[in-house]
C-alpha cells in the first residue's frame, strides 16, 4: 500500500490551460473520488497519473518514488499502476480468462491464480470462455478489474468505469468494485462527473472546476460545508436564498424566516446568499400564520414535486419533493409553513 501524491501540477494541450495547480493526496490504500463537470480536466488528470501524458509542472509521487517532476517521467508501464477505462478496453478476440491472465506477471500466469483474481472481482468462474461481446456491461467492468488489479499494482485508476451501465447494474457493479477494491488494499482514485457516486465511494472527494481542485476533503465534511454556493448546488439539490439581516452568531433572516447560520463563509461582507439542502425543509399545510404559499404540484411517479412560493415581498419559488403519498395533501394556492431543520450555509452575495 502506497500514498499517492499530487503537488502543484499543470497542464495544457496547446495553449489552452486544462489543470492549474493540483494538489491532492490520496493516503496509502485509501479510496479518493474526484468529481467535476464534463470537461473539467478529470481524465487529463488520470492520464497524467498513469504516465500516458506529461505535466508542464509540478510533482508526481508514489511512496517514496518520483514518477512526474521537472526533468524526471517514468514510463506508464513501470509505474506500477491499474487503469480502468470508461469501457473497460478489454481484448474482444480473448476470452475472459485470456484477458485476466493478461494482466499477470509471466511467472504467475497459471489457472489458481486467474481463479483468484476472478474471485477478487465478484466474477462467476463460468464465465472464464466467454469472450467480451458475451458479457453485460457490469460484467465487462469487473473483468477490466480484474485485469487491473492481477499485476497486484500499487495504484488503480479508474475512469468513469460505471458511466455506461443503467441505474440498477450500476449500483450492483459500483459494490462489487468498492468490495474488490477493499480486499485488495490498493490505493485508488476514481474519476467521475456523478456526485452521489463520488460522494459514497471512499474516504476523501475532492471537486475540481475549470481545471482547479476547488475543495478536498471527507464526503461528509464536503457536503455539509461546500467552499461556495456552486460547489453546493453540482454536490446536490441546493436551495439558495438572499439573507438580508442578521448574523452568522444569532442567525440570519431569508425569506423562511430566521435561520440559524450552520457555517458562515461569507467573511463579514454585506449582502449574502444561505445555502439549505432540500432534505432539511420540513412541510405542512395550515390555516393561519403561514411563510409560503404552494403554487403547484406534480407527480412524479416515485415521489410529488411541491413548488412552493415564499411569502413577503422578495418571494422565491422552491421546488420540493414529498413521497408520492402525501402529494394528495397539497394543492395550488393551499397556505403552509416551511420550518428549516439545522442551519445554513452563508456566502457572500457573489
Ligand atoms: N489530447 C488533447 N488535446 C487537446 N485537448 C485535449 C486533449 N485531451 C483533453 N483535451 C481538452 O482538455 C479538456 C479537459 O478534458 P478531460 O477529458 O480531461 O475532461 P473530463 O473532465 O474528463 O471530461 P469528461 O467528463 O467529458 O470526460 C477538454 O476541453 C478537452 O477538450
Redesign the pocket.
Known amino acids: 500500500m502506497t500514498t499517492l501524491s499530487l503537488t502543484g501540477v499543470a497542464k495544457s494541450?496547446?495553449r489552452?490551460p486544462?489543470?492549474r495547480d493540483v494538489s491532492l493526496t490520496v493516503p496509502a490504500g485509501t479510496r479518493t473520488a474526484v468529481v467535476?463537470?464534463?470537461?473539467?480536466?478529470?481524465?487529463?488528470?488520470l492520464?497524467l497519473i498513469a504516465g500516458f501524458?506529461h505535466a508542464d509542472e509540478g510533482e508526481i509521487t508514489l511512496g517514496g518514488t518520483t514518477l512526474t517532476a521537472p526533468g524526471r517521467f517514468v514510463a506508464a508501464h513501470r509505474r506500477g499502476i491499474g487503469y480502468v477505462a470508461?469501457d473497460g478496453a478489454l481484448f474482444p478476440h480473448l476470452t475472459v480468462e485470456q484477458n485476466v491472465r493478461f494482466g499477470l506477471p509471466r511467472r504467475r500466469r497459471d489457472p489458481a491464480q486467474v481463479r483468484e483474481v476472478m474471485e477478487l472481482a465478484s466474477l462467476d468462474p463460468a464465465l472464464a470462455g466467454r469472450y467480451p461481446h458475451q458479457l453485460s456491461g457490469g460484467q465487462q467492468q469487473r473483468v477490466a478489474l480484474a485485469r487491473a488489479l492481477a499485476p497486484g499494482p500499487e495504484v488503480v485508476l479508474l475512469?468513469?468505469p460505471f458511466s455506461a451501465l443503467d441505474t440498477g447494474l450500476r449500483e450492483q457493479t459500483r459494490q462489487a468494485v468498492v468490495e474488490a477494491l477493499e480486499a485488495s488494499g490498493v490505493t485508488t482514485l476514481l474519476?467521475t462527473?456523478d456526485h452521489d457516486e463520488a460522494l459514497s465511494f471512499g474516504r476523501q472527494i475532492a471537486v475540481?472546476a475549470g481545471?482547479r481542485l476547488v475543495q478536498s476533503g471527507p464526503p461528509s465534511a464536503v457536503f455539509d460545508n461546500p467552499v461556495s454556493a456552486e460547489v453546493a448546488a453540482f454536490l446536490g439539490a441546493a436551495i439558495v436564498l438572499p439573507a438580508w439581516a442578521g448574523s452568522a452568531s444569532d442567525g440570519v433572516d431569508c425569506a423562511l424566516g430566521r435561520v440559524p447560520v450552520r457555517h458562515d463563509r461569507s467573511n463579514g461582507r454585506p449582502g449574502a446568499r444561505l445555502l439549505i439542502r432540500p432534505a432539511q425543509l420540513e412541510l405542512r399545510p395550515v390555516d393561519g400564520a403561514h411563510n409560503a404559499v404552494v403554487e403547484d404540484v406534480r407527480s412524479r411517479g416515485s415521489h410529488a414535486e411541491v413548488l412552493l412560493r415564499t411569502a413577503g415581498t422578495s418571494s422565491v419559488l422552491i421546488p420540493l419533493r414529498v413521497p408520492a403519498h402525501e402529494g394528495p395533501a397539497y394543492r395550488a394556492g393551499m397556505p403552509v409553513s416551511v420550518t428549516v431543520a439545522g442551519g445554513g450555509v452563508l456566502y457572500p452575495a457573489d
Not at 37 to 43: N, T
Open positions: 494541450f496547446g489552452v486544462v489543470l467535476g463537470a464534463s470537461g473539467s480536466g478529470k481524465s487529463t488528470l492520464r501524458e470508461q475512469d468513469e474519476v462527473h475540481i481545471g
